[in-house]
């Protein structure tokens, strides 16, 4: 069974503290994806990563950065959390492009509330 | 400006009756994909079903089809026979072009309801 999994379901950070959220897949995927969740506003894309150590900015990089030094896993980084970084975070993966259709396969999510 | 629309924040249906979630999209690009997402109260993303731009046909999925009217920039999802286990966030989602990678943009969501 396909799996992508993330470090915690809940966290709760304090403004200005270093955060670092994990996200393993065990699906030998070349791309993964981090998403903040925020009602009305669907999915919105941070970063993604189609190898490793490469990494590409999404719509809303500015605050984060990212880290992947193993094909099977993909860190977010909040690198001085901000109470507007209150939000849910999903990790995905997929295989490239070709061919076929390929959906993105997403973690449980990680809700991070910034006091 | 908006890439993907859904104009329903909220909808509600009897059990078993079937129910359409619209999905508008906007791109020039010749080839792209069409997801759709169920998001359940537990909070994964469960992938339902996936139009090609150059399919001929309707995708189907069990329970859940594609309505796909290309012309429109239209791909609405149709769901026969509600369940009570179908009450859930639903996203509509395009991936443009083909490049080794796909970057997904997705939709504010559409949240079902299904009433006994």
């Known amino acids: 069974d396909v799996k992508v999994t993330q470090s915690s379901r809940y966290l709760v950070k304090r403004t200005g503290e270093k955060v670092f959220l994990e996200c393993v897949q065990d699906m030998d995927h070349e791309n993964m994806f981090w998403y903040r969740q925020d009602p009305g506003l669907g999915l919105r894309l941070i970063y993604f990563?189609?190898?490793?150590?490469?990494?590409e900015k999404g719509d809303i990089p500015e605050g984060y950065s990212v880290s992947r030094e193993k094909k099977e896993r993909f860190s977010l980084i909040l690198e001085s959390a901000s109470t507007n970084q209150t939000s849910m975070y999903l990790c995905?993966?997929?295989?490239?492009?070709?061919?076929?259709?390929?959906?993105?396969?997403f973690g449980p999510g990680t809700r991070l509330t910034v006091l | 400006a908006q890439k993907i629309t859904q104009t329903q924040p909220g909808m509600f249906v009897q059990e078993k009756e079937a129910v359409t979630l619209d999905c508008t999209y906007d791109t020039s690009d010749p080839s792209y994909g069409l997801f759709w997402y169920k998001q359940p109260s537990s909070g994964e993303m469960i992938f339902l079903i996936y139009q090609g731009s150059y399919d001929q046909q309707n995708a189907t999925e069990g329970r859940y089809s594609l309505n796909f009217q290309k012309a429109r920039k239209s791909a609405n999802l149709v769901i026969s026979a509600s369940q009570l286990g179908d009450s859930a966030m639903y996203f509509c989602?395009?991936?443009?072009?083909?490049?080794?990678?796909?970057?997904?943009?997705f939709g504010p969501g559409t949240s079902l309801s299904v009433i006994p």
């Open positions: 990563s189609y190898d490793v150590k490469m990494k």
């Open positions: 995905a993966s997929s295989r490239p492009v070709g061919g076929t259709y390929n959906e993105q396969f």
């Open positions: 989602a395009m991936r443009e072009g083909t490049t080794s990678y796909d970057k997904v943009i």
